[in-house]
């Protein structure tokens, strides 16, 4: 199995050369040359599925164990009434979806370095939320890789601080005057000078991607022919939701809940793809105006008409999504985080059954969900132990 660059001017390149790549040398981002079709009865674990994108690469052999390793946590699903169910993936250690990718990456990449003991990479991350927890998480004392993480000063919530600054050892946190965008360009500028050197473990990069196919496989394996809403924010999540249903797994409609960063219900309705400007909004983590993985959507779906017959896409307000979480929460006894919630707005406006991503646990979201229900949250326990232990970061202005 061969990756290609979505901008097709890069060599093809195996899935162990991808995910220390990252972005591919043309800009584009690898995706699978083929989406095989396998026997659907046989199918146990996560990865019979991903086997076959591993298929004559030097990790073949390992998918199993890396498997087995790194996506060691449930993803269950929870029934609000007889058209709504909730897809769970915030029960990994830094509690949002995001730690499926990021604990996929970082045990493919161990085992890799375990081959080649020579393999030292950094890690760079540019994050306004998650992606920084789940990256440091998964990284933690692997001893051939260093993370650095970039965050905004006071640019995050407290809770998610702590996540991104927590850890010690292989981890530094450094908390950047300016904003999210001047993090990521301290980012991409690095990756560019010292390739050898760095490395990147955002969306963009097909390491983070392919484990999260396997939940919605695995959920269509027990709902045949599910349709789901996922919220969505750089459109990794809901990409690996139609890679799955292009294997042929029996996924019905798959729609995208945005928050008011509407890019995407507005190239639905135009036609035309035009890139915003970011809007901060109550469910930060969706804050994007520019979603890189829209270059993944575009190779798999050449005419938008295809994608429109059974995609549509909304676009939810902050106050909107408050309501939802006080009216899920008054009406079935659940409480969803903002992300979450978009997905349930949009479910309100529809007919038929639908299966809800749930991206993060409430309890990381605090600040805006305990005054509308007047309750406070129950912590869970991994987030616990984090919130335990003590910061370390330094504020710069430049990173050198
Ligand atoms: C990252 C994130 C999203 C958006 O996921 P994408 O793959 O970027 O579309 C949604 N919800 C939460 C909680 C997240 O952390």
């Given at each position: 199995m061969k990756f290609y660059s979505t901008r097709k001017s890069s060599p093809e390149i195996s899935f162990s050369e991808a995910i220390q790549q990252g972005l591919a040398p043309d800009g584009g981002l690898y995706v699978p040359e083929v989406f095989p079709k396998i026997d659907l009865s046989g199918i146990k674990n996560p990865s019979d599925i991903l086997l076959p994108f591993l298929s004559g690469d030097i990790l073949e052999d390992s998918i199993h164990d890396i498997c087995a390793k790194a996506l060691n946590f449930p993803t269950p699903t929870v029934k609000l009434?007889?058209?709504?169910?909730?897809?769970?993936?915030?029960?990994g250690p830094t509690c949002a979806f995001k730690d499926y990718g990021a604990r996929f990456l970082a045990e493919s990449l161990q085992q890799l370095a375990n081959k080649d003991p020579q393999l030292k990479k950094t890690i760079l991350v540019a994050t306004s939320g998650d992606t920084g927890g789940a990256?440091?998480?998964?990284?933690?004392?692997?001893?051939?890789?260093?993370?650095?993480?970039?965050?905004?000063?006071?640019?995050?919530?407290?809770?998610?601080?702590?996540?991104?600054?927590?850890?010690?050892?292989?981890?530094t946190s450094y908390a950047v005057e300016g904003d999210f965008d001047t993090c990521q360009k301290?980012?991409?500028?690095?990756?560019?000078?010292?390739?050898e050197?760095?490395?990147?473990?955002?969306?963009?990069?097909?390491?983070?991607?392919?484990?999260?196919?396997?939940?919605?496989?695995?959920?269509?394996?027990?709902?045949?022919?599910?349709?789901?809403?996922?919220?969505?924010?750089?459109?990794?999540?809901?990409?690996?939701?139609?890679?799955?249903?292009?294997?042929?797994?029996?996924?019905?409609?798959?729609?995208?809940?945005?928050?008011?960063n509407s890019t995407i219900s507005q190239f639905f309705e135009s036609g035309n793809y035009q890139s915003q400007k970011t809007i901060n909004t109550i469910a930060n983590?969706?804050?994007?105006?520019?979603?890189?993985?829209?270059?993944?959507?575009?190779?798999?779906?050449?005419?938008?008409?295809?994608?429109?017959?059974?995609?549509?896409?909304?676009?939810?307000?902050?106050?909107?999504?408050?309501?939802?979480?006080?009216?899920?929460?008054?009406?079935?006894?659940y409480i969803p985080c903002p992300h979450t919630a978009t997905a349930l707005y949009f479910k309100s406006k529809l007919t038929g059954n639908w299966m809800i991503t749930a991206t993060a646990h409430p309890a990381k979201f605090e600040t805006v969900i305990e005054p509308l229900i007047n309750k406070t949250l129950e912590v869970p326990n991994s987030l616990k132990k984090l919130l335990e232990k003590e910061s370390h970061f330094k504020v710069i202005k430049e990173f050198k």
């Open positions: 009434n007889d058209s709504t169910q909730i897809l769970e993936l915030f029960h990256v440091a998480s998964a990284f933690y004392q692997k001893s051939n890789f260093d993370v650095v993480i970039l965050f905004p000063h006071q640019g995050v919530s407290k809770r998610q601080e702590k996540q991104l600054t927590c850890w010690g050892e292989n981890i301290m980012v991409k500028h690095k990756l560019s000078f010292e390739k050197k760095y490395s990147s473990a955002n969306s963009i990069n097909i390491g983070r991607l392919l484990p999260q196919m396997t939940y919605y496989a695995i959920a269509s394996l027990q709902n045949p022919g599910v349709n789901f809403i996922v919220p969505t924010g750089n459109m990794g999540n809901v990409v690996a939701a139609f890679w799955a249903k292009r294997m042929g797994f029996p996924i019905g409609k798959i729609n995208i809940a945005t928050n008011a983590a969706m804050d994007v105006g520019n979603p890189s993985n829209i270059e993944r959507l575009f190779d798999l779906y050449l005419d938008i008409k295809e994608l429109k017959k059974t995609t549509e896409v909304l676009s939810v307000s902050d106050d909107q999504i408050k309501e939802t979480i006080i009216q899920t929460h008054r009406d079935f006894g």
